[in-house]
């Protein structure tokens, strides 16, 4: 991973819990304890976060003048090269398991971003309010694509309506397909209490939920739960998933599909 990218990551990654150990950059990136603890340096050099003791803390930003409100999401074209090989094995899958013919609903992120190489020469409807993956499918399908109306969050290409009533309500989906930062006995996790608002009206248009979740994401937490897993029916991870976790999403019901890890 570029120097850039794990800057990005580092940043966000602040943005949604304040405060990043050493050890959490380690297992996260796969990098060294000495190439985190540069990491930290050099942002703190730059006046974009607090180096303290063991880790980062973020700077306090109540004085800021955007006035604009900010997801607390991964940066999408960073987030999307993590795993990136894994990951576009669980989107093939996924797209695997939708039949010619379907409407399905999917929502924004990196590995659901991945289901537009595959759904390409497929006769399938699709609503999603990811910005990305609406641009991909356009470019390079013949897909109807629908798209809810609302404000385009541009880190994260995700568009979020304030509107309860928009074009989500008037379409229905066989499944809904979506990723997530963190699945294990405690539910399904996301980042912002506005990206579950709008993922809700999403799951409660469709008759399927399926979570796309390589095995780093199994057993890790977030800072909101947006569903419990007896309202997940299907799981898609890989191969380097431990047999307990696996087992735990089989007693909740769950059908889990494995895919090969790729390292």
């Given at each position: ?8 990551l580092?940043?966000?990654t602040?943005a ?21 603890r540069?990491?930290?340096a ?18 306090d ?5 955007t ?35 379907e ?10 971003y991945m289901?537009a190489?595959?759904?390409s ?6 609503l ?5 993956l ?6 390079n ?7 809810p ?24 989906g066989?499944k ?9 006995d405690?539910?399904?996790?996301e ?52 047999e ?7 007693h ?8 090969e890890?790729?390292?």
């Amino acid at each position: 991973m570029l120097e850039k990218q794990r800057h990005q990551l580092l940043l966000d990654t602040l943005a949604e819990q304040s405060f990043v150990s050493v050890s959490t950059l380690t297992e996260r990136f796969g990098i060294s304890d000495a190439t985190a603890r540069r990491d930290i340096a050099k942002l703190a050099e730059q006046g974009r976060l607090r180096k303290i003791r063991g880790g980062a803390q973020v700077l306090d930003t109540r004085n800021s003048t955007t006035g604009r409100a900010r997801l607390n999401s991964s940066n999408f074209l960073v987030n999307k090269d993590l795993h990136s090989a894994t990951k576009r094995l669980i989107a093939k899958r996924a797209v695997e398991i939708c039949e010619d013919g379907e409407s399905i609903i999917i929502n924004g992120g990196s590995s659901t971003y991945m289901m537009a190489e595959f759904l390409s020469h497929r006769r399938i409807s699709v609503l999603t309010n990811s910005f990305y993956l609406a641009q991909e499918l356009f470019g390079n399908s013949d897909i109807q694509i629908t798209l809810p109306g609302g404000e385009i969050y541009r880190e994260q290409g995700i568009v979020l309506s304030s509107f309860e009533n928009d074009t989500i309500q008037y379409y229905h989906g066989s499944k809904m397909f979506m990723g997530t930062p963190g699945i294990g006995d405690f539910g399904v996790m996301e980042s912002d209490p506005l990206l579950i608002r709008a993922e809700q009206k999403l799951a409660r248009q469709a008759d399927e939920l399926v979570i796309l979740a390589d095995s780093s994401k199994l057993g890790k937490r977030s800072n909101f739960i947006f569903e419990s897993l007896d309202k997940v029916d299907t799981l898609i991870t890989d191969s380097g998933a431990s047999e307990p976790m696996l087992a735990l999403f089989r007693h909740h019901g769950l059908q889990v599909i494995l895919v090969e890890k790729v390292d």
